[in-house]
């Protein structure tokens, strides 16, 4: 163990590592980080119940995390430039690109979650005498 209990050994590291990459499996990490198989799974619980191995694995989630909101938000503006450059209208012709402001916009919205399938109801209830004369007395 190291002197400061900030700090991490190599085999600590290595487990955090391994841990982050396999999904969060803590005996596949000891494993993998150089622990013994037989070990494993108590070496693997006893770490995530250390703070500073807690920590080191929280900070790695959340810049993952972060990594991904920045990508996402970099992503859609540039999807914003496209649609508002495309989107331009020349005095004459209009607008001056429309298949590539249509298709900016579908992606923007895929990103967005905006095209999930809106529920309708569309059951109606006539008598049966209506239904019957509507099927022409099929029971489809």
């Given amino acids: 163990m190291t002197?400061?209990?900030?700090e991490l050994t190599l085999k600590q590291s290595a487990f955090i590592k391994a841990y982050l990459l396999n999904g969060g499996n803590a005996t596949q990490a000891a494993i993998t980080a150089g622990y013994s198989a037989k070990?494993?799974?108590?070496?693997g619980q006893e770490n995530l119940s250390k703070p500073v191995i807690q920590k080191h694995i929280k900070a790695h989630q959340q810049q993952?995390?972060?990594?991904?909101?920045?990508?996402?938000?970099?992503?859609l503006e540039a999807l914003q430039s496209i649609i508002d450059a495309a989107?331009?209208?020349h005095q004459d012709k209009g607008i001056l690109n429309a298949?590539?402001?249509?298709?900016a916009i579908k992606v923007h919205n895929e990103?967005?979650?905006d095209n999930a399938?809106?529920?309708?109801n569309n059951t109606?209830?006539?008598s049966s005498s209506l239904a019957e004369r509507l099927t022409g007395g099929s029971k489809r």
């Fill in 99 to 103: 298949q590539a402001a249509i298709a």
């Fill in 124 to 126: 109606l209830k006539v």
């Fill in 39 to 43: 070990t494993a799974y108590s070496i």
């Fill in 117 to 120: 399938p809106i529920e309708t």
């Fill in 3 to 6: 002197a400061n209990t900030n």
């Fill in 87 to 89: 989107m331009t209208e």
């Fill in 64 to 75: 993952a995390h972060n990594d991904f909101i920045w990508s996402k938000t970099k992503k």
């Fill in 111 to 113: 990103m967005q979650g």
